[in-house]
């Protein structure tokens, strides 16, 4: 690496497992390093988030920038926080990859816009919740309130007229999963999000709009989730992109 802004692109391709991500130095301080995340799974956000660390999920993507500027000589790794979600930890969970900062004075002139994109936010949604939806699991299978995705005469949960928004509550019933939770052809807002864990709706999930939301266990989270776009009539899917008991 040389000693500039690198703009990373980050999907979490794991079969299982969620990662909270941060930036360190290989030695001497131990503090987290600020970076800016600048997109999700939807596109660019309104403008950058500073953070020191990134919640991210299976099939979840995320764009971040990192300034290794200051770092040139040394040695940055990017590493995982331990006893993320419900995955066993191992030797190396916690070391994702290493940077190694060339010495040499380089010019880069970038710099980050304070304002990235318009974002097509949807208008607020009303107070009462329009439709829950638990995701559990059912003798070795993911359901949504109780129905599977062969039972064909159930497995249209809601219809959502077009041209209005309406607020969901999606909940983790899985007994201790994570589960990230995708819903095809349409970007949400994420409103609010209750978690044993105390984690509220992040900074850089309520600057944009996202296509793809985590929920550990315990962790049920709302969202305003708008019409369909266009005049087709088409179903818009649940996919669990967690291979091991796929829903």
């Given amino acids: 690496m040389q ?6 692109r980050f999907l979490d391709a794991a079969v299982s497992r969620s990662f909270r991500l941060y930036f360190q130095r290989q030695t001497g301080s131990t503090a987290k390093i600020p970076f800016q995340v600048i997109a999700s799974d939807a596109g660019l956000l309104t403008g950058p988030i500073t953070t020191d660390n990134l919640w991210i999920s299976m099939a979840e993507r995320y764009e971040v920038v990192f300034d290794f500027s200051t ?6 790794t990017l590493r995982n926080y331990e006893d993320v979600g419900k995955d066993d930890d191992y030797l190396h969970t916690d070391k994702v990859m290493r940077f190694v900062v060339g010495a040499g004075p380089v010019v880069d002139n970038s710099v980050v816009p304070a ?3 318009l974002v097509d936010f949807p208008p607020p949604a009303g107070p009462t919740v329009d439709h829950h939806f638990e995701f559990h699991r059912t003798n070795g299978q993911w359901k949504i309130n109780g129905v599977g995705f062969n039972e064909v005469e159930n497995r249209v949960l809601a219809n959502v007229p077009r041209g209005t928004v309406e607020l969901w509550e999606l909940e983790n019933g899985g007994g201790g999963w994570t589960h990230p939770i995708h819903i095809h052809l349409i970007d949400f807002k994420v409103v609010s999000r209750t978690s044993d864990s105390g984690r509220s709706v992040l900074p850089y999930e309520a600057a944009g709009l996202k296509g793809m939301c985590t929920s550990l266990s315990s962790d049920p989270f709302f969202m305003a989730a708008p019409g369909s776009h266009s005049g087709a009539t088409i179903p818009d899917t649940f996919p669990c992109p967690k291979t091991p008991g796929k829903g």
Wanted: net charge positive; hydrophobic share 40%.
């Fill in 115 to 117: 304002s990235l994109a």
């Fill in 71 to 76: 770092f040139a000589g040394q040695n940055i």
């Fill in 3 to 8: 000693p500039r802004k690198y703009r990373f």
